[in-house]
């Protein structure tokens, strides 16, 4: 059992450290010395970002919680031994984010780059983004140049974030305010009765393709591993670490509060399901027979379950519908309700076709919204992050822009962490 | 009220395939299901406008001005053509009417097909067209509903609802923020399957129209070969500025200098690991194995020149369009038949 003690912060502003009634106190010389203490980190500037500042942070990579385990790693695997997650109590600053900002090497360019997209904290920006709204400690990362290997860097930045996150949560765990949320292994529910509540799986589909595109569980990443299962409570509880800078992105933070599965587990709560393993599988096999090996296996999975219906979602662009769609396909075939999460590529005017492979078997999807449609933003005031004048948003990052939708960082977020959605005109 | 509404020969009653190449007539009257449509509004005076298939099919542009001219002087409340249910040339005639006709004359227009109708993919995005059955035994609910919809748009209103009013909408999809996050609405749609209820997608599985595969090629050996590719493989300057995926433009490129010089070649699509093609750009454009079997005389002959898009997030249309272009100058080139690799 996990016991998941959530603190609410209601403010954050620097100062000396500490966390007391909500109030977040971050002393940001100490935690930018956290940053730069690797060698691979030639410098770090930290700033507060409140929600409705001008304020735009440039080159997102990853948004973590802060959090502390008490007993043992918080990120098994990153900051201690890969033993099982989901076990003992871990604090966590609820209302609160770690925003990196950095360039990472783009090698020859292709494929595995970094994508850059950017968070606007007011206005027409804030509106399309699910992390504007969230009091944030943005860290614009600069490592040091002479270091070209994109994994070597990305390693770099997502330590740094692990000791920001795990230092800022430690803040909380002797405070007095935390809500109790108790996340159960699958062990320890009671048996499912005939008649009860409908037992319920989440496909959780996500991508391991190699340096900047990469999943890390337990800190291994996860490329081309056959599905498996895993507690929610592992997944809530630290055990997976995001290093996936593309386009269609699930940062860390929804790995570690997962919107469905957060959901899923308020309505088990409610009486309404009973939440089955979560069926984990990586969405990037290149080749059609390894998809359906893949998707057919992640099937016998949910049958083995004895699954009655489950939430299917996916991260990256492009080829993951495919995946996607093998699994709902299977199945829908098997018995199983299926409920599809996707984001769409219908163009800029929204008028061509929104997903690029389909199966009629997948009668029921909530959208993500189409992230090819134009959004129009204002100038910021305060800009955090490198702009080098060569973005394909704009010469003048700060400046008022007009952009695809996925340019706002994980708008279109593939775990429904999002408001936004398409719909037919 | 006052409605201009376009008929064919048939639904005008004067008569079937024979009388298809008559040309436009207007007669100030209610005539078939102009009359019908009249009667649902309560009355309403009405202009019948006849055209043949044929004709009008064969004669779009002039019908079209005639019939805008018409509408300029009539200035009706509202244009209704047909419906033309699942017709061949009287579906196309009138959604392409009903796209043009509003755009000339500031009068609303509206028509109605079947879903299968090969005018509605077409027309969709540019005119209101009213869902109805497949003939014209379901002409009275098709009246039904473009009757409810013609005083809302004399009136100038904008269709919020385009499904709940009865029409097939653009087709498009728009953006919006809702109160409830998609993982939420997600778990509810579930549960409300598991319950049993309709719940409905927000996103129908669009269809693709399938694609035949051509005919093999007779006489290989006897055939000029040509190499396409959608993997972005450019000289290392990027001369003609191709982008890394969302294309709309293509290039074509001397096979010659990939064969001589590969290094002077780079893959620029944003949608692959490019190192192993950036290695050996053969990979990507076999031009070494073609030339070898050209050689062996199992080929009759390779093309010169190499053609060249970028396929990452590039929209269908752009694709049709490009391939059209592609292939029309390869047609021009005597080019017998394509290897085209994709990534």
Redesign the interface.
């Known amino acids: 059992m996990l016991t998941r003690t959530t603190h609410p912060v209601r403010e954050v502003a620097a100062g000396a450290a500490g966390y007391r009634d909500g109030r977040l106190s971050l002393d940001l010389d100490a935690l930018t010395a956290l940053v730069t203490d690797d060698p691979r980190i030639a410098a770090a500037h930290l700033a507060v970002v409140q929600p409705g500042e001008r304020t735009r942070v440039l080159n997102v990579l990853d948004v973590f919680d802060a959090r502390k385990k008490e007993d043992g790693p918080t990120y098994p695997g990153f900051d201690g031994p890969p033993v099982a997650a989901g076990s003992g109590r871990t604090h966590v600053l609820d209302g609160f984010q770690i925003v990196a900002s950095g360039l990472l090497p783009t090698g020859?360019?292709?494929?595995?780059v970094a994508r850059q997209a950017f968070i606007d904290y007011w206005g027409e920006g804030a509106?399309?983004s699910?992390f504007a709204a969230t009091p944030t400690l943005a860290v614009d990362v600069r490592l040091d140049p002479a270091i070209q290997d994109k994994a070597v860097a990305d390693d770099a930045v997502r330590r740094a974030l692990i000791r920001l996150s795990t230092a800022i949560g430690a803040l909380a765990v002797d405070a007095a305010d935390g809500a109790d949320e108790q996340v159960p292994a699958s062990w320890e529910r009671p048996s499912a009765a005939a008649g009860g509540p409908?037992r319920?799986a989440y496909v959780y589909q996500i991508q391991s393709?190699?340096a900047l595109l990469e999943t890390f569980l337990y800190g291994a990443d996860i490329a081309f591993m056959y599905p498996t299962l895993i507690e929610a409570a592992e997944l809530l509880d630290g055990a997976m670490v995001s290093g996936n800078h593309g386009l269609q992105t699930n940062p860390t933070v929804h790995h570690t509060s997962n919107?469905?599965l957060?959901?899923?587990l308020a309505?088990e709560r409610a009486g309404?399901?009973t939440l089955l393993p979560v069926v984990l599988m990586e969405g990037h096999h290149k080749s059609t027979p390894a998809k359906q090996r893949s998707a057919a296996h992640a099937v016998q999975l949910l049958r083995a379950l004895r699954a009655?219906?489950?939430?299917f979602t996916q991260e990256g662009?492009?080829m993951s519908i495919v995946d996607q769609m093998l699994t709902i396909e299977g199945a829908t075939a098997a018995g199983i309700?299926c409920?599809?999460?996707?984001y769409?590529?219908?163009?800029e005017?929204?008028?061509?076709?929104?997903?690029i492979y389909?199966?009629?078997a997948?009668?029921?999807?909530?959208?993500?919204?189409?992230r090819?449609?134009r959004v129009t933003v204002d100038a910021a005031e305060r800009v955090v992050g490198l702009d080098t004048g060569e973005s394909t948003f704009g010469a003048n990052l700060g400046g008022p822009l007009t952009v695809p939708?996925y340019a706002l960082y994980c708008s279109t977020?593939q775990?429904?962490?999002?408001?936004?959605?398409?719909?037919?005109? | 009220m006052k409605i201009v509404h376009y008929l064919n020969q048939f639904f005008a009653g004067i008569g079937g395939e024979e009388k298809a190449d008559v040309g436009l007539e207007a007669r100030a009257e209610a005539i078939g299901p102009a009359r019908l449509l009249a009667q649902k509004l309560g009355g309403a005076s009405v202009v019948t406008v006849i055209c043949g298939d044929n004709y009008a099919a064969e004669h779009l542009d002039a019908v079209t001005d005639e019939l805008a001219r018409l509408v300029a002087a009539e200035q009706p409340d509202a244009v209704v053509l047909g419906p033309a249910f699942n017709a061949g040339r009287y579906g196309l005639v009138c959604a392409a009417l009903a796209a043009e006709l509003p755009a000339r004359t500031g009068v609303p227009a509206i028509t109605g097909l079947y879903e299968e109708n090969a005018a509605l993919e077409l027309y969709r995005s540019r005119a209101l067209i009213a869902r109805t059955g497949k003939s014209a035994a379901n002409m009275a609910a098709a009246m039904e509903t473009i009757a409810r919809l013609v005083p809302r748009l004399a009136a100038g209103e904008c269709i919020e609802d385009p499904a709940a009013a009865g029409l097939y909408g653009s087709g498009g999809r728009r953006n919006q923020v809702v109160e409830r996050p998609a993982a939420d609405r997600a778990v509810d749609m579930l549960l409300g399957l598991l319950a049993g209820e309709e719940v409905g997608t927000e996103l129908a599985v669009p269809e693709f129209e399938p694609i035949a595969p051509p005919a093999p090629v007779p006489n290989l050996g006897r055939a000029k070969v040509a190499l396409v590719t959608e993997g972005g493989l450019v000289p290392h300057d990027n001369p003609d500025g191709l982008t890394t995926g969302w294309s709309e433009r293509w290039a074509s490129y001397p096979v010659e200098e990939l064969v001589g010089h590969p290094e002077r070649f780079q893959a620029i699509h944003g949608g692959y690991d490019t190192e192993h093609v950036n290695r050996s750009p053969f990979r990507l454009v076999p031009a070494d194995v073609v030339r070898e079997m050209v050689a062996e005389g199992r080929i009759g002959e390779l093309h010169d020149r190499y053609y060249v898009t970028a396929g990452m997030a590039t929209p269908v249309r752009n694709a049709r369009a490009m391939g059209a272009q592609i292939a029309d100058e390869l047609k021009r080139q005597g080019v017998d038949a394509v290897i085209l690799t994709a990534t």
């Open positions: 020859e360019g292709g494929l595995m509106r399309w699910p409908p319920v393709q190699g919107p469905v957060r959901r899923l309505e309404r399901l009655e219906g489950a939430v662009g492009g309700r409920v599809g999460i996707t769409e590529m219908a163009g005017q929204g008028a061509d076709t929104p997903l389909y199966s009629s997948a009668r029921h999807l909530v959208s993500t919204g189409n090819e449609e939708l977020s775990v429904g962490g999002t408001r936004v959605r398409a719909v037919a005109v």
